[in-house]
C-alpha cells in the first residue's frame, strides 16, 4: 500500500569532485615535455524537480548523493562531471532549512538545486610557470555541499471539501469522482487527504481535495489540527459540507469560518459554495429552508448516500473552475490544470 506522505526530511550531499591529474609528457625525443595532467570533473549536483504525476511524498528517499567526478588523466585530459541527481516531487512541495523556506515549487518543471556538487581539482599542469617548470603540485576534489532539508507538501487541488468528522465528504468525494477514501460510521475515519479528479465532457479536470475533519480549535493544533489546515491554503474555492440532518447546521459553518480565519486571515472568504448533506433523511428536509434563511452563501441540498442532486454541484463546480480561470489568465498568470 502506498501511503499519502506529505513530510519528508531528506539528507542531500552533491557529488564529490575530482582530483587533479600528476603526469608528466613523455615521448621518444622529447623526453621533458612538461606537466600535462588535466583538472578533475565536478560533482554532479542533487536537483529537486516538481511534477503534476506525482501526488505525494512517498517516494522520496531519506538520503540522495550526487555522482562524483572523475579524476583528472594525462595529456591535458579533463575528468568528466558527475551526473545531475533529479528528484521528482509534487507540485506545491515546500522546501525548508532550519524553519525557513528556501523554494516553493509550484509549477509543474520549477527546479531548486538542493545540492550543489563539488568543484574539481587543479592538474599539475595548472601549476606550470616561469619559476616552476616541473610542478608536482596537485589538488583534490572539493567535497560537495550537505544539507538536511524538511519538504511539506501542501495540496493544490482546486477545490477543498470542509466540514466536520462525519459529515460525509469522503462519501461525496467517491459520488463525484474515481478516488477512494474510506468511509465509515465514526470520526476522523480520514486521516490523510485524498485527491479526486471530476472529469467534464470538454476534457476539463476539476481537482477536489477531501480535507480530514477539522474540530472546534484545529487552528491551535487540537484534533489533526494545523497538519491538515495547511493543505487548504492553496484551494482556490471551498466546498463546505455541512451535516443537514443535525440542529441548527448553519452553527457547523459559522464554526468552519472562524477556524479558516484563525488560521489564516482571508482564508474563508475565497469562493465557495455550501453543501448541505444527507438530504434523504427527514430532519434534513426540515432543516434545510432554515439554514438557507440564516446565511447568505448557495446552499446545494444532496445527498452523497443516494447520488440526489449531484448534477446540481457537477454545474456549480464547473462555474467555480471557469471562473478561477478567467480570473488568472486576466492577471497574466497560468492557471493550474490538473
Not at 428536509?285 to 443516494?306: F, G, H, M, W, Y
Request: hydrophobic fraction near 35%; charged fraction near 20%.
Amino acid at each position: 500500500t502506498r501511503y499519502f506522505v506529505d513530510h519528508r526530511k531528506v539528507r542531500v550531499v552533491g557529488g564529490q569532485g575530482g582530483g587533479g591529474g600528476h603526469s608528466f609528457y613523455s615521448e621518444p625525443r622529447k623526453i621533458f615535455g612538461g606537466p600535462d595532467g588535466g583538472n578533475g570533473g565536478d560533482g554532479g549536483h542533487v536537483i529537486l524537480k516538481a511534477d503534476r504525476q506525482m501526488k505525494s511524498l512517498s517516494s522520496v528517499l531519506p538520503f540522495y548523493q550526487g555522482f562524483h567526478g572523475e579524476k583528472g588523466g594525462s595529456k591535458n585530459c579533463y575528468g568528466a562531471n558527475g551526473a545531475y541527481i533529479y528528484v521528482k516531487v509534487p507540485v506545491g512541495t515546500l522546501v525548508k532549512e532550519d524553519g525557513k523556506v528556501v523554494a516553493d515549487l509550484t509549477q509543474h518543471g520549477e527546479e531548486y538545486v538542493a545540492a550543489y556538487g563539488g568543484a574539481g581539482g587543479k592538474g599539475n599542469r595548472f601549476f606550470l610557470s616561469n619559476e616552476n617548470r616541473a610542478p608536482t603540485l596537485f589538488t583534490p576534489g572539493e567535497p560537495g555541499q550537505e544539507r538536511i532539508l524538511h519538504l511539506e507538501l501542501k495540496t493544490t487541488a482546486h477545490a477543498g471539501l470542509v466540514g466536520f468528522p462525519n459529515a460525509g465528504k469522503s462519501s461525496l468525494l467517491r459520488a463525484i469522482s474515481n478516488a477512494r477514501p474510506a468511509v465509515a460510521a465514526y470520526p476522523f475515519t480520514t486521516l490523510n487527504p485524498h485527491v479526486g479528479v471530476v472529469h467534464y465532457q470538454d476534457y476539463e479536470q476539476v481537482a477536489v481535495a477531501d480535507i480530514p475533519g477539522l474540530i472546534k480549535g484545529a487552528h491551535q493544533n487540537k484534533g489533526l489540527g494545523m497538519a491538515f489546515l495547511r493543505h487548504i491554503e492553496r484551494c482556490r474555492f471551498l466546498l463546505y459540507v455541512v451535516d443537514l440532518s443535525v440542529s441548527q447546521p448553519w452553527i457547523q459553518l459559522q464554526d468552519l469560518k472562524y477556524e479558516l480565519e484563525q488560521y489564516k486571515k482571508g482564508l474563508s472568504e475565497r469562493p465557495c459554495v455550501v453543501i448541505g448533506n444527507k438530504i434523504d433523511l427527514a430532519q434534513s428536509r426540515i432543516n434545510l429552508p432554515l439554514l438557507k434563511e440564516q446565511i447568505d452563501d448557495r446552499v446545494i441540498a444532496l445527498s452523497a448516500l443516494t447520488g440526489d442532486n449531484l448534477e446540481e454541484l457537477f454545474l456549480h463546480l464547473r462555474e467555480l473552475y471557469d471562473t478561477y480561470v478567467k480570473t488568472e489568465q486576466s492577471l497574466g498568470q497560468s492557471p493550474v490544470k490538473w
